[in-house]
């Protein structure tokens, strides 16, 4: 996909087969026939950098805001990537730092330009020569707009404001979590070894898609498989509705066991599972101590990252993603690997009690550079979990070894 591709990697024909797909200009997509002369191609990228970001696709006309036929690009002449380059140096304050691929056909007649524009923080990205601040509207004949004194504000502020909706959504994600939890134990604390898992877009601004296209087929269609009934999400869970989204969702009370997904429209995807299996004393029955596995970690994490790739790509949105993995009620746990898998532990010390009682990791990242460097990233985040669980000195191969031997959705699909 135009979105998500190594910019380098895209050609004639992947722009062809995008063109087919007769996706509609909107707030993150363009298309144009020629590099429009004067401001206009200027006045797209600063208003697709003070929105979401977006692509242009040159070299396609458009009716009705639909891809038109044929698809066969406008005439290749030199230096096209110099122009649109010089265009936005030129024009754009401050500057928009893009991603540009000139693709030729095979007798390198003919061409298209895909432009892809980033979410950016610098924002306002005003026009020189008009002192324009535009936006995308995603309005049918209307896909550019000055933008209101009022949004002005909003976006010289907007990292800020952005920051201060993310914090929103997730702390209201995290009392609904609680209210959840109070149907199975009135004591979070009596839940040892939870994992949080969130994804949410970096700087959100408001709702990326309706939250009834969650109804239907849509779970299916993120569902990320393993091949070792390991599939993330489990599409057999129960569901119900939340404000602007869903709750995918199963608990048992006796075993104080669940599993809980969100799903937003603001583009939030959250997991949260228990992890502790407990010892329990042979003669009396009661539970000794409680362990968790690190494979288990991984397993959610991975299958969870895998799915919201599927997930982003759905819903359209290819910007940057703030990740937190979260460990909590970590209290007097032991972590502890597979019986076969104890070549990783020190041999004085299989069975670590770990001295945190919350561990978090947080990353930011493109959904670009997730989709393209998926092994690079899930095996980064393999070593900060082995590590902060009390592995240490694993080499690659190790690690390339056991994500293999779990059947990691990620590093499979980053060979």
């Known amino acids: 996909m135009l979105y998500t591709k190594n910019i380098e990697s895209i050609t004639y024909q992947d722009v062809v087969d995008f063109c087919y797909k007769n996706l509609p200009e909107g707030v ?49 002449r030199d230096g096209l990537k110099n122009q649109i380059e010089s265009i936005i140096v030129d024009n754009v304050n ?17 061409c298209f330009v895909v432009i892809r524009i980033p979410q950016s923080n610098l924002t306002p990205h005003a026009v020189m020569s008009s002192r324009g601040i535009y936006v995308r509207t995603g309005q049918r004949g209307n896909s550019e707009a000055v933008v209101h004194p009022d949004q002005i504000i ?16 997730l702390h209201r994600a995290e009392i609904r979590f609680g209210n959840f939890l109070s149907w199975i134990d009135d004591r979070p604390q009596n839940f040892p ?4 898992s969130t994804l949410i877009p970096l700087y959100p601004q408001g709702p990326l898609f309706e939250y009834k296209d969650l109804e239907g087929t849509f779970i299916n269609d993120i569902v990320a498989y393993n091949g ?22 199963c608990h048992s009370k006796e075993l104080k066991s669940f599993n809980y997904i969100q799903l937003g429209s603001h ?7 228990d992890l502790a299996d407990f010892k329990l004393d042979q003669q009396t029955g009661k539970k000794t101590e409680a362990i968790i596995h690190y494979y288990r970690v991984l397993n959610w994490v991975d299958g969870h990252l895998a799915s919201a790739l599927r997930f982003y790509k759905k819903i359209g949105y290819w910007g940057n993603l703030y990740l937190e993995i979260n460990l909590v009620n970590l ?3 032991k972590a502890e690997h597979p019986a076969r898998e104890t070549a990783f532990w020190e041999e004085e010390d299989k069975r670590p009690t770990l001295l945190d009682g919350e561990i978090k990791i ?3 990242i493109s959904i670009n550079a997730l989709n393209i460097n998926k092994k690079t990233f899930i095996k980064k985040i393999a070593q900060d979990l082995a590590w902060s669980l009390g592995l240490k000195n694993i080499s690659d191969q190790m690690l390339e070894q056991y994500l293999v031997s779990i059947g990691s959705i990620m590093f499979s699909e980053g060979v």
């Open 362 to 364: 947080v990353k930011e």
């Open 154 to 169: 909003w976006l010289f502020d907007k990292r800020n404001k952005s920051k201060a909706l993310r914090d929103l959504i």
């Open 267 to 273: 583009g939030e995807y959250i997991l949260k599972t």
């Open 94 to 110: 401050p500057i928009v730092f893009t991603e540009i691929k000139v693709c030729i056909n095979n007798d390198k007649s003919r």
């Open 28 to 76: 993150m997509l363009d298309y144009k026939s020629e590099i429009p002369k004067g401001d206009g191609l200027a006045k797209t990228i600063s208003a697709f950098a003070n929105t979401f970001g977006g692509l242009i696709v040159v070299g396609i006309a458009d009716q009705d805001d639909y891809p038109k036929p044929p698809f066969d690009g406008m005439v290749f």
């Open 228 to 249: 070792r009934n390991n599939d993330f999400p489990d599409v057999r869970l129960s569901r119900k509705s939340i404000q602007d989204g869903i709750v995918l969702h």
């Open 331 to 333: 209290d007097g746990i």
């Open 193 to 196: 070894g939870i994992l949080k």
